[in-house]
Every structure is written in structure tokens, then in C-alpha cells.
């Protein structure tokens, strides 16, 4: 874009191109409609899933079905990611951000009082919903709420909040389980979704910029929604034994909607899968160093529990307790990275931290049943500081490298590489432990160690690009 505001691809840039972030005290009321709403749909993927047992049981239905409770809610928000980035860019990031909260909330409630399984799936569908609107808006909201001197900073406590929602599920849900029964795991989002809707209304700011002549591509949608459905949806089929006669059917179908998504995306100025920032090289690596790095943390978090009982002979509550290391520390580090982002390359802080969550993986895949509890928790907090250090410096040069008017994009991209990640990891779990066995724990921690690895390296590779 030139200095006058035109975008050389797409017409006119119109708003206001100073824009640069709240002031005092909005901004403090802001941060926490932004981080309460993200807190609430990233910890929703996960929370249900000790339940299960208990909700299959209660609902007559077998442990295969059960989980699509947390499968339903998966799938659709990692479809519908991208669509509703290119909503937020065309009708606003705080409406977006407003009404999938209230989808949120009010599949929140359809939850608790859901007494067969159909209707709560059908409802842990609308939470999806709603979470997707949240997630692919979040990291443009936190772009448009920070004063680009202190973006860094908030996108290091955005990143904390992200890793705390991503680990703490089990955590939360046994805790809730402990004293009452299942449906209150969703109740409890009702009054704290109702608070951040009220904060959303009142504080969060209007775009600033917008580009003029767009309007949404409802083709486009449909193709991505089919191209990551049919992904995932193979991921799982190859990781869960279903028939090769399906998984190769799944697979021919994807190339084919894929490959029509694509071209279609390659030939428009502001695309729904974000062609226009994937040419930029800063922008694509630090998309590639996200899915790598949250590939290996889903392996590490799926892996270790069987690890720690198999190998330790732990509980459920002792694994609980001593994996709690990884994402405490992430507090610690996260805010840390974001404060170095002013003096330190992303690039370089990215390498140096996902080259010690390596190393903490390396290790990790190497102890034996001698190895104490102290070695344990040491272990686990290299893993959980170095990803704490990557992941606020990667998402900074991933958001400010996109223009202004495309901020939707980068933040829908951002979100929807985590879930690549996280899905891709999962599944290679499942993979390991079909070929492995007993001794896929260890496989697995040494494959996350090796993907980490690549992504130290693939971060170091974006210091020969011009920070933005």
C-alpha cells in the first residue's frame, strides 16, 4: 500500500490509517473481554473430555460415540476459521467478536440443559460455532486495542492465555467434576460469557481501517469449509483404523475440492486462505514454525500421561499435577519474550526457544523409571519456557506483518495453524501408538523433539527478512 492510501491490489484503504491502539482506562477493560472470551472457546476443545465416561454412561450411548461431543466442536471451528476472518475484515472485528460470544454462551446453556445426545451435540456445534467467530477476530482485536510500542507485549499475554486454556481442560474439568455433575462444565461459561459480552458492547473498538468494494466470497467458504473438513476428517480416519478403501476415497476427494479451493483463492486480491500473505516469506515461515511447534505440544500433552502411568506407575491425579510444570512456566516466559521483542529479532527468539523445548522433548523421550519427580518437572518446564518464548515473538511478526486492512486474515491464519498443529499432533499420537505400542510415549516425545528442532530452524531463516 502507498502513502495514500490505496492498496495497489484492491481499490481504496478508507478509515483511519493513524490508528494506534486504547489508551488508559479503556484498553485495561478491553484486555479483558478479549482475554476472558479467548480463555473460555480455547479451554472448551478440551474440557468435556474427562467427562466423557461419566456423560456416556449418564446418556445411554457407547465410548466411541461420546467423543464426538468433543469432535463436533473440534471440526467446526477449525472449517469455519478463515470464513469468518474474511467476515470480521468486511463487517467488523468487535461485531464478529460480540455475536460469536453470544453463539458462544448461548450453546453454553443449550449444553447444560441437552438430556440425549443428539441435542447436545447439535449444541456443542453452536459453542463451535461461536468459538471460531471469537478465535479468528482475537489477534486483530489485540493488534487494534495495544499502541504498537507495547503490540508485543500483548500479544505475549495473549499467548498465555492461549497456552493456559490449551492445557488446562483436564484440570478444570476435574475440579468442576469433583463437586458437581457434568452439564455444570458448561454452565459455569454462562455468567462469565454474559460479563465479557457487556465488556465486548461497551469497550472494544470499531475497525479503524476497512478497504472498500470487497464483499464476501460465499463460494470460497463453502470450498474451505470442505477442504478442512475432508483434512481433519482423514487425519482422523488414518489415525483411528478406519478402512483404506474410505481413507483413499476421503483422500482423492480432498485433492480434487482442494485443488479448485486453491485455484480459486490464487486468483483474488484479498483470498480467503491468505494467498497474499503466504507469498510474504516472514509471514509463511512464522505460519510454518506455528504449526510445527503446536504439532509437538499436542504430541507432548497426548503422550506424557501414558508415559507417566506406564513407566512411573502415576495416577491420574499425580500426572495431572506434575504436567501442571509445562504451562505455568509458559506464564513466566510468555510476557518475558514479548518484553525482548523491541530489542531482540522474532526470529532469533523463536530458534532459542524452540531449541530448548527440543531438547526438553529429547530428554523427555529418554527417562526410565529411575528418573525422580524434581528430573521430571525440570524436564517439563524447558519444554513449556522455550515454547513460552517462541510463541508471543512468533505471533507478533506473524499479526504486524500483514497490512492493517488484512488483519483478519493474519489472525484467522494464525488460529487456524494452531489447530492444524494441535490436530496433526493427535493424530500422529494415535499413528505411534498403533505402530509402537507401549513404547509409543517414547516415540512420540522423540518425534516432537525432531519437529521442534525443524521449527528452531525454520524461525532462525526469518532474520534475513526486514522486521515490520
Known amino acids: 500500500m502507498d502513502n495514500t492510501g490505496k492498496s495497489d491490489a484492491t481499490g481504496r484503504v478508507a478509515g483511519n490509517l493513524e490508528w494506534d491502539g486504547l489508551h488508559r482506562p479503556r484498553i485495561y477493560y478491553a484486555m479483558v473481554a478479549i482475554f476472558s472470551g479467548l480463555f473460555l472457546t480455547v479451554l472448551d476443545g478440551t474440557i468435556c473430555n474427562v467427562a466423557l465416561p461419566t456423560i456416556a454412561s449418564q446418556l445411554g450411548i457407547s465410548s466411541s460415540d461420546s467423543i464426538w461431543i468433543v469432535n463436533a466442536f473440534q471440526l467446526v471451528v477449525i472449517m469455519t476459521l478463515l470464513p469468518f476472518a474474511s467476515v470480521g475484515e468486511l463487517w467488523g472485528f468487535k461485531r464478529l467478536y460480540l455475536w460469536g460470544m453470544v453463539l458462544f454462551t448461548l450453546g453454553s446453556l443449550c449444553c447444560v440443559f441437552s438430556s440425549a445426545f443428539v441435542p447436545l451435540v447439535l449444541s456443542r456445534v453452536l459453542q463451535g460455532v461461536g468459538s471460531a467467530m471469537v478465535m479468528s477476530v482475537n489477534g486483530s482485536l489485540v493488534r487494534l486495542i ?34 458437581t455433575t457434568w452439564p455444570w462444565l458448561f454452565a459455569v461459561n454462562v455468567p462469565i460469557g454474559i460479563a465479557t459480552i457487556m465488556l465486548v458492547y461497551r469497550y472494544l473498538p470499531e475497525n479503524p481501517t476497512r478497504l472498500e468494494g470487497r464483499r464476501f466470497d460465499f463460494c470460497s467458504s463453502v470450498l474451505n469449509v470442505l477442504t478442512f473438513g475432508l483434512l481433519i476428517g482423514c487425519l482422523e480416519a488414518f489415525s483411528h483404523e478406519v478402512s483404506w478403501h474410505w481413507i483413499v476415497g476421503g483422500v482423492v476427494f480432498l485433492l480434487g475440492i482442494g485443488y479448485v479451493y486453491v485455484r480459486r483463492q490464487l486468483h483474488q486480491a484479498c483470498p480467503m486462505l491468505p494467498f497474499d500473505l ?46 501442571m510444570a509445562w504451562p505455568l512456566v509458559i506464564v513466566v516466559a510468555a510476557p518475558l519474550a514479548g518484553s525482548l521483542v523491541p530489542k531482540v529479532h522474532p526470529g532469533i527468539l523463536g530458534g ?71 490436530t496433526t499432533g493427535a493424530a500422529l499420537v494415535a499413528l505411534l501408538f498403533y505402530i509402537f505400542s507401549d513404547n509409543a510415549p517414547h ?21 534475513r527478512n526486514s522486521r515490520q
Do not use: K
Open 146 to 179: 495495544y499502541p504498537r510500542r507495547h503490540l508485543a507485549r500483548g500479544l505475549g499475554l495473549n499467548a498465555t492465555i492461549v497456552a493456559l486454556a490449551s492445557v488446562a481442560g483436564p484440570a478444570c474439568s476435574g475440579a468442576i467434576l469433583s463437586v
Open 278 to 323: 503466504l507469498r510474504m516469506p516472514v509471514f509463511s515461515l512464522s505460519v510454518l514454525t506455528s504449526i510445527l511447534s503446536f504439532s509437538s505440544q499436542m504430541l507432548a500433552m497426548i503422550a506424557l500421561p501414558f508415559m507417566f502411568h506406564l513407566t512411573f506407575g502415576m495416577n491420574a491425579g499425580q500426572t495431572g499435577g506434575i504436567m
Open 352 to 422: 532459542v526457544g524452540l531449541f530448548m523445548m527440543s531438547m526438553g522433548c529429547f530428554l523427555l523421550s529418554d527417562v526410565d523409571a529411575s528418573a525422580g519427580y524434581g528430573s521430571l518437572v525440570a524436564r517439563l518446564m524447558l519444554c513449556g519456557f522455550g515454547f513460552g518464548l517462541f510463541q508471543s515473538p512468533n505471533n507478533h511478526l506473524l499479526l504486524s506483518s500483514a497490512p492493517s486492512y488484512r488483519s483478519g486474515g493474519a489472525s484467522g491464519m494464525q488460529a487456524t495453524a494452531r489447530l492444524i498443529g494441535q
Open 443 to 463: 516415540a512420540a516425545m522423540m518425534l516432537a523433539g525432531g519437529l521442534t528442532l525443524a521449527g528452531s530452524i525454520v524461525s532462525v531463516l526469518r532474520i
